[in-house]
């Protein structure tokens, strides 16, 4: 039982939660960008939280279906597929993703998991390292995936209904993304730290799953730091020599010396990850507690509706 | 380690799913010692909902699940897993931590396996024979890993040896390759990118994902460095 890649689009990798507790040998978390997606993904199909999915970047992949299957897909808008649901998909369909409509980043989960290696842990793809997917790369055509046996919904029993997405998924540029001021936000001069909160950002092309580039009011120090290294977060706002903002996402290093300016607050790292490259990006400052609070809320709502929705396919 | 290792420590914010222990500002190997102790205490006293322990120079991450440490009458997950944290570094280690591994890594200087060599004999007034006498006398410890999986970068190196990056990085340096990167000598794991001065070659694998333990050297180790020649190269590679 396999999935044939007919063409790899833009960026698929397999991707899931991500490589945690090897930062002490340099390898970083890697894992789904927008994990709230993946992770419905996955419930949506029967699948543990874990199990590994497709992240889909912008453009699609071309995908043959050599059996019958579950699938769900959520994440970025793909115009022409069903999505934030349960689908059966028959032997020999081929599906076509083309281009996202909204949003960057979709999650394709099969009912019992794409069957991957896990390396330290994981089966995520992480690029630079070389580590986890297909021998650590993006897919491409003529790739095999194979469907981990078990699991599943059987096609009778399929549900026929779907998820509102609306609470899950923001892809709207004008949402803004909270930031918790970082440890060096007060060595920006004044006019940096204002521009912080009230200018807007735009995502630079050169942004990816590592950081996002943010174009826009060049940021200064008010005096020159000498940083030694020092360990990163995802969601890390780094300050270069430059003066332009790097936004760390899933494949950030797991050190680094520049200044550390703002966190992305936990909640909202997912909804940066759904915005394109030109898109733009407004800051709002919150306190620490109130971001973890809110992320406390987040998965705890989050955790009942995935433990909501494997109830409903028992049924 | 005699004084509590809570002495002299700052506790930041990292986000809110991950707190940095600060023990210091620089990169002194005191410090940095202070560092991996209190990793391993840490690692020893399993505290809950701890995603990742990653220490670095004079600083340690600490990734968590804030579920993990909510209290609903109490303070905010990350003041209770701080004094939780400050309470265990309070608390000194049961034995003395000060027995590290040590790891001999053979290299073979100059040549086409370090075509920095000569430049670096050149910049430090001395014979390149010179040179690989000082890099092999002395023992290293791994102040961490990072920039690439099992990439270390060691402290110990003889300040006659400092010298600065290259102007313009290499686009390939080859998998093994020890280097000298300003004050500090490291070895690269895998074929990458890199800025740093290459003296010589390592047929030693420090990473291997599928290996296990994937990584020859864990932050803390001591590494002395033994010249071998390119027979000796080729043959370990093999």
Redesign the interface.
């Known amino acids: 039982m396999s999935v044939e890649v007919l063409r790899a689009g833009l960026l698929t990798t397999l991707q899931d939660r991500g490589r945690g507790g090897c930062a002490m040998l340099g390898v970083g978390t890697a894992g789904a960008m927008d994990a709230v997606a993946l992770r419905l993904a996955n419930a949506l199909v029967g699948n543990a939280d874990d199990a590994a999915a497709l992240e889909i970047t912008l453009i699609g992949p071309r995908l043959r279906f050599e059996k019958a299957a579950t699938i769900a897909l959520t994440g970025a808008e793909h115009p022409g597929i069903a999505m934030w649901r349960a689908l059966h998909v028959d032997a020999g369909t081929v599906l076509d993703f083309g281009a996202a409509r909204h949003g960057a980043r979709a999650y394709l989960a099969v009912a019992g998991g794409f069957t991957a290696e896990r390396v330290l842990g994981s089966a995520s793809t992480d690029v630079n390292a070389r580590l986890g997917g297909i021998d650590g790369r993006p897919l491409r055509e003529g790739d095999r995936l194979a469907i981990d046996a078990g699991g599943g919904v059987a096609k009778e029993s399929h549900p026929a209904w779907s998820l509102d997405p609306r609470p899950w998924f923001d892809a709207d540029a004008g949402t803004p993304v909270r930031l918790i001021c970082g440890r060096h936000f007060g060595a920006l001069d004044s006019a940096s730290r204002a521009a912080l909160f009230e200018r807007e950002f735009r995502i630079a092309p050169e942004s990816n799953r590592v950081g996002f580039r943010l174009d826009g009011p060049r940021l200064a120090l008010s005096a020159p730091l000498e940083l030694v290294s020092e360990p990163l977060a995802a969601g890390t706002l780094q300050l270069p020599p430059g003066g332009q903002p790097i936004a760390l996402m899933a494949e950030h290093p797991t050190i680094g010396g520049y200044p550390r300016i703002g966190h992305v607050a936990a909640v909202d790292v997912a909804r940066l990850a759904q915005r394109r490259p030109g898109e733009t990006v407004r800051f709002a400052q919150i306190d620490l507690d109130g971001a973890q609070t809110r992320y406390l809320e987040r998965e705890r709502a989050l955790a009942r509706l995935i433990e909501t929705i494997h109830e409903r396919l028992l049924q | 380690m005699s004084e509590a290792a809570g002495r002299d420590l700052s506790i ?7 707190l ?1 222990l600060r023990f210091g ?3 002194d190997a005191a410090t940095n010692a202070r560092v991996h102790a209190a ?1 391993s205490a840490l690692r020893a006293a399993q505290l809950p909902g701890l ?11 600490l ?1 968590y699940a ?2 993990a440490w ?1 209290d609903a009458n109490g303070g ?3 003041r209770n897993l701080e004094a939780a944290v400050r309470a265990v570094l309070a608390t000194p280690p049961a034995q003395d931590d000060s027995t590290s591994r040590v790891i001999d890594v053979p290299v073979c200087y100059g040549g086409d396996f370090g075509p920095d060599l000569d430049a670096l004999a050149t910049h430090a007034k001395l014979e390149a024979a010179d040179v690989i006498a000082r890099h092999t006398a002395a023992t290293y410890t791994v102040a ?8 270390p ?1 060691l402290f110990g190196l003889d300040p006659a040896l400092h010298m600065p990056r290259r102007a313009s990085p290499r686009t390939r340096v080859p998998a093994g390759s020890v280097a000298i990167g300003g004050a500090q000598t490291g070895i690269y794991p ?1 074929e990458l990118p890199g800025g740093w001065q290459l003296i010589g070659r390592t047929p030693l694998v420090l ?1 291997d ?2 290996r296990d333990p ?2 020859l050297l ?2 803390g180790d001591c590494v002395r460095f033994v010249a071998i020649d390119a027979a000796a190269l080729a043959v370990r590679s093999a």
């Not at chain 2, 930041?12 to 991950?18: D, M, N, P, R, S």
């Not at chain 2, 995603?51 to 991450?61: E, F, G, H, R």
């Open positions: 930041e914010l990292l986000g809110e799913t991950a940095l500002d620089g990169l990793a995603v990742d322990i990653a220490p670095a120079y004079a600083t340690l991450a990734h804030p579920a909510f905010p997950p990350w961490m890993l990072g920039f690439a999986p099992g990439f970068y895998s990473f994902a599928r994937p990584s864990v932050p």
